[in-house]
């Protein structure tokens, strides 16, 4: 599915839409550039799943952050990270559990590591205020 936003609003409407849809044990895998709209899309998403959009922020440093909702919600920024190996890989395959979901910004640095049913959101700039958001399951 191809989609394309206007705005930031649109994008967090989108994100609502999906995390309306998420269940339990779901992984949803953020990919684009910096500035693409992953972190809005994450709120939207949040906000989806009976969270606070206003409680998102990106864990680039922190590596996981954790937010309330309808299930327990893990957010997860590998931008810092150059690959995942040994005790890192350990303990982000710990969050890939039944009970939670879990949205992850750069997982091409640990795409070796996402379970094999996960959703693909691919970002894209299209100009200062408009995204394509390309959606897939894998």
């Known amino acids: 599915m191809k989609i394309i936003t206007k705005s930031s609003s649109e994008t967090k409407k989108i994100g609502k839409k999906i995390g309306a849809k998420l ?21 939207g998403i949040v906000e989806g799943l009976g969270g606070n959009a206003q409680d998102v922020s ?4 922190s590596l996981v952050n954790e937010y309330k909702g ?12 150059k690959k ?6 350990a303990m982000i395959q710990e969050y890939f559990s039944k ?3 879990v949205l992850i910004e750069w997982p091409e640095r640990g795409k070796d ?6 959703m693909e959101i691919f970002l894209e700039h299209q100009n200062e205020n408009q995204r394509r958001l390309s959606v897939t399951t894998a």
Not at 23 to 43: I, N
Not at 73 to 80: K, S, V
Not at 84 to 89: E, H, I, P, V
């Open 23 to 43: 269940k339990a044990g779901d992984v949803v895998a953020l990919f684009g550039e910096l500035g693409a709209g992953k972190t809005t899309l994450v709120g």
């Open 58 to 61: 990106s864990p680039t440093f």
């Open 70 to 81: 309808r299930h327990k919600i893990f957010h997860m920024d590998w931008y810092r990270l």
């Open 99 to 101: 009970e939670h979901i």
């Open 113 to 118: 590591l996402l379970p094999k049913k996960h």
């Open 84 to 89: 995942l190996k040994g005790s890192d890989a």
